[in-house]
């Protein structure tokens, strides 16, 4: 990608492209931010030449606007810690890429005063008890925007990423993002799962190493069966969009099909809703019920009868929001309908759903 402007014309758009549509969330997905966040802006302007300019032009005003007004917070911020008896920490901003800012403005009618964490404030500290209390220390002295505050200490990404994030009105006329996290969850939030791996003296993969998974995707084999797996690591450790992931292009065999159901159902942006008991279940936006209840077993999906979210009876067709918790509602008598493929999202519902009506309609003949 650094080296794009000496590839033929004719090719640049296509591998720029595909390099935000692919290879860019893969690395997002692994938590190497570091990584995405560079072929992000490398293959933004030649994707769109025009957005790029008019973004990095909104940026550059906007920065500017803010740098001194960061700095004289990021003082303000040392000073309080320091009141507080808290020292051991470090302490800098980052500013929002560009193209992860375009993709906002996106979402904002273009309207850059509706983007609150352009410019964000790391306290980076010892550990998670610290967090807190700078959290707590933080609150105490500015006003935090309601709606704003994010425990991804308690809830982790999809990319394992955690921190705790609170955007606050600083006094200066201006709002900024606070990320307070500890070392090792910045180590992770740049490198992810890169940032595990472990190697003995050959140069092998470590097989204590937590993600010793990673090895065998690469040829994909039949690796992947739970008992297979069980051998040699724990089935448990590979994160579930991994299996997801090896599960379809297995299935899958045209190649272009892989790559829009990929981009559909992996790629997009995700959203996080919970279960009755607290677990995490990790979905595209857009999705339903119907979806939820497939991610968490197909017999679920297969015997939904109606559902619950946040303690109030909804359609099946009703489209989940970030934080809902769902609960499922089944019947030994219900049994998948044609309708519930236009209410699904994924992928992985809409086969199971498939399967299941064939199913049904050869036992009926």
């Known amino acids: 990608m650094r080296t794009l402007q000496y590839v033929p014309k004719h090719k640049q758009e296509r591998i720029a492209k595909e390099t935000l549509e692919i290879y860019v969330p893969i690395a997002y997905r692994l938590g190497i931010r570091v990584l995405s966040r ?5 293959a933004f302007p030649f994707v769109n030449k025009k957005e790029y300019e008019k973004t990095k032009k909104l940026l550059k005003e906007k920065s500017t606007e803010d740098a001194k007004k960061l700095e004289k917070f990021q ?7 320091a009141k507080n008896n808290i020292t051991k920490f470090n302490s800098d901003y980052r500013i929002k890429t560009l193209y992860s800012l375009y993709k906002k403005l996106l979402r904002k009618d273009w309207n850059i005063e509706k983007i ?6 790391r306290i980076i500290l010892s550990d998670i008890t610290d967090c807190y209390k700078v959290l707590g220390i933080i609150h105490s002295i500015w006003r935090p925007l309601p709606g704003r505050i994010k425990d991804y200490i308690a809830f982790p990404k999809p990319n394992r990423y955690r921190a705790l994030h609170t955007t606050i ?4 006329g201006n709002v900024v993002e606070i990320q307070i996290k500890t ?5 992770e939030a740049e490198f992810g799962i890169a940032s595990h791996v472990s190697y003995k003296e050959k140069g092998d993969v470590d097989s204590n190493s937590n993600i010793f998974w990673i ?21 448990d450790d590979i994160p579930s969009w991994v299996k997801e992931f090896v599960e379809y292009q297995s299935e899958i065999r045209n190649k272009e099909s892989l790559k829009e159901e990929l981009k559909d159902d992996f790629f997009q942006q995700r959203i996080f809703v919970f279960t009755p008991k607290g677990d995490v279940i990790d979905l595209p936006v857009d999705s339903t019920p119907i979806d939820f209840a497939y991610a968490i077993h197909s017999e679920i999906g297969n015997k939904i009868s109606g559902v619950k979210i946040n303690g109030k009876m909804v359609s099946l067709d009703t489209k989940l929001k970030n934080g809902d918790i769902v609960e ?9 309908k044609q309708k519930w493929l236009d209410y699904a999202r994924t992928t992985s519902a809409k086969k199971h759903i498939r399967t299941s009506i064939q199913e049904s309609g050869r036992k009926k003949y």
């Open 328 to 336: 499922i509602i089944t019947n030994k008598n219900s049994s998948p």
């Open 75 to 81: 003082k303000s911020v040392k000073k309080a810690l």
């Open 116 to 121: 609150y964490d352009i410019s964000a404030l």
């Open 183 to 187: 070392r090792e969850m910045h180590k």
């Open 38 to 42: 560079q072929l992000e802006d490398t």
């Open 169 to 172: 009105f600083t006094g200066y």
């Open 215 to 235: 090895k065998r995707l690469l040829p994909f084999k039949n690796y992947f069966g739970k008992n297979n797996l069980k051998k040699e690591f724990d089935y």
